[in-house]
């Protein structure tokens, strides 16, 4: 994974005022595409994992509104995750998941039940992982 500063140096990721009003309704919004994604895990395993994977990019995103960045890029989101304090292996996950999204979502790629599951107990960590950093992050003065 490019490590976050050269998103930075290319202009992909911009500096601004970092916003905690709008991080805590980002955090919200991605708590929502959780729990949702759990009642629909068993119905449809594909709607589930895109909402997993969004509402991990949407944790990305509150850091980087405490911090004060923002981008369009999911790759920068995901390797932002490295200040937030995720190790090497989790970051290679989630760009492993965004690769698997970027599958699922633009190319039809099939994503069941027997595919989630393997994935559901790290997708799992690593949501509240750093749902935990952020609470506290946001939290700080």
């Known amino acids: 994974m490019i490590d976050f500063d050269f998103y930075i140096r290319k202009g992909i990721v ?3 005022i970092p916003d905690k009003n709008r991080a805590r309704d980002l955090l919200s919004d991605s708590e ?3 729990m ?5 895990k ?3 395993p ?3 994992f895109e909402l997993y994977y969004d509402a991990i990019r949407g944790l ?4 980087m509104f405490i911090y004060g960045y923002k981008t369009w890029s999911h790759e920068a989101a995901i390797s932002f995750g490295k200040i937030l ?4 292996e989790e970051i290679s996950f989630l760009d492993n998941l965004r690769k698997l999204r970027n599958e699922s979502k633009y190319y039809g790629g099939k994503i069941d039940r027997d595919l989630l599951d393997g994935l ?6 690593v949501y509240n992982k750093l749902k935990g950093i952020l609470l506290k992050l946001i939290d700080q003065n």
């Not at 990305?60 to 850091?63: A, D, F, M, S, W």
Request: proline share 0%; no cysteine.
């Open 14 to 16: 911009v500096k601004r």
């Open 32 to 34: 929502e595409k959780f």
């Open 36 to 40: 949702i994604a759990e009642k629909v």
């Open 42 to 44: 068993d119905i449809s």
């Open 46 to 48: 594909k709607v589930a």
């Open 60 to 63: 990305l995103e509150v850091g």
């Open 85 to 88: 304090g995720l190790k090497d």
């Open 120 to 125: 559901y107990r790290d997708i799992v960590e």
